[in-house]
């Protein structure tokens, strides 16, 4: 793809609202300075909360509105080694909190198979530039199922690796013990080798782990016999959609007829997965943004009195979305509410990871829906935080264990909306995915 056609591209896909910034002059530049390396002349867009060099940074938000980064995060600065050219900021749900990308200070983005519903997110924006053939790749940051629910609700790829796989450098940190850095992908392969560039132990973050990293994109084959899928009870009840359930089954009925051998497994704490991911998050988020006030950096409210500039800054730069998750953050950690709400959910955290080591005694990867529903349309759940919450209910267990998961798509509904199915397997496990995955699409062509 030539720098016109990129740029033809982004201009007829405005009216989805992908990016939020598109640097014509410095994609000139990275196409002048190009490496021949693994993903030489692939066109990657970046969720804009990962930090790029010289370009915006407004976490989609008021606050962060004229704010640009000084440095490349890590998972970045790799993208460019390898001869990728970073083709844009995308639009997503302020500070990653949401799950339809309607909470954006830019506007909402819109689902790029049918513009009347929600992108999903809260990495809405660079699901859309990959599924609309704007780019060839994206990155996004995941919590709690911000890459894999948007790639499910616009029928692409979206892989969540290993929490501590890929380094948290330059993203601006949400919730810090879920955050993971994630690829959005037309196929199996180009997310195969996104990661192995991107992977690995970094100075910069501690949390990245010392594990070798597999050539991911060369080993991608196997066979149906070859593996143990397990199917768990409790992602097969009430409220998950026919067509779903439908799209799912029939895959996995593929499998089976393949060769692969299909286990009924339990993951009885899936249940408390939601309450628990939203205390947890709502903690970090009170936590992590409370640096947004602006004294170093951002919208500032002027006031000779320091705590109105404080109130009314902050009052001001954040949106609805970020300011409830701040006080319902800030509720659970408070004194005497600690133990009831920050605590307890910590300790049904290790339950809920427990079930899935118990899990993985006895299956190589686990089979899922990726969502509930495919697409719901734009402001339909605005109004009903509790009801967008419960999109994420097959994706936030996955960050609270830690583990890695790909959703792929296997279908669509009776309108032509994608239905995705997600594949988890145990920590580190990556390799796993990729090759479960390949083999589903070859099953499928």
Known sequence: MTISEFLERVQNAEPLNAFISVDETDIRE??????????GGMYVAIKDNISVLNQPLSCASHILENFVSPYDATAVKKLKYAGAIIAGKTNMDEFAMGSSSEYSHYGPVKNAINPEYV?????????????AGIVDAALGSDTGG????????????GMKPTYGRVSRYGLVAFASSLDQIGIMSKTVTDSARIL????????????????????????LESQAGDWKIGLPEEYFTEGLSTSVRQAVDTQVATLKDAG????????????????????????????????????????????????????RTRAGGFGTEVKRRIMLGTYVLSSGYYDAYYDKAQRVRRLLQSDFSNAFQSVDAIITPTTPTTAFKRGEKMDDPLAMYLNDIYTVSVNL?????????????????????????????????????????????
């Open 260 to 311: 692969a051998t299909i286990v009924p497994i339990s993951l009885p704490h899936t249940e408390f997965a939601i309450a628990i991911y939203y205390i947890i998050t709502s903690a970090e988020a009170s936590s992590n943004l409370a640096r947004y006030d602006g004294v170093r950096y951002g919208f500032r409210h002027e006031s000779d009195d320091l705590l109105e500039m404080y109130n």
């Open 30 to 39: 990275q196409a002048k300075e190009q490496r021949k390396g693994m993903l």
């Open 146 to 157: 911000s890459v894999r629910q948007p790639a499910s609700y616009n029928g692409i790829l």
């Open 196 to 219: 192995e560039i991107i992977a690995g132990e970094d100075a910069r973050d501690a949390t990245t782990v010392p594990e070798p990293v597999p050539p991911f994109s060369q080993n």
């Open 119 to 131: 992108a999903g997110g809260s990495s809405g924006g660079s699901a859309v530039a990959v599924a």
């Open 401 to 445: 264990a830690g583990l890695p998961a790909m959703s792929l798509p296997v279908g669509t509904d009776e309108d032509g909306l994608p239905i995705g199915l997600q594949i988890i397997a145990p920590a580190f496990k990556e390799e796993t995915i990729f090759k479960i995955g390949t083999l589903i699409e070859r099953l499928k062509s």
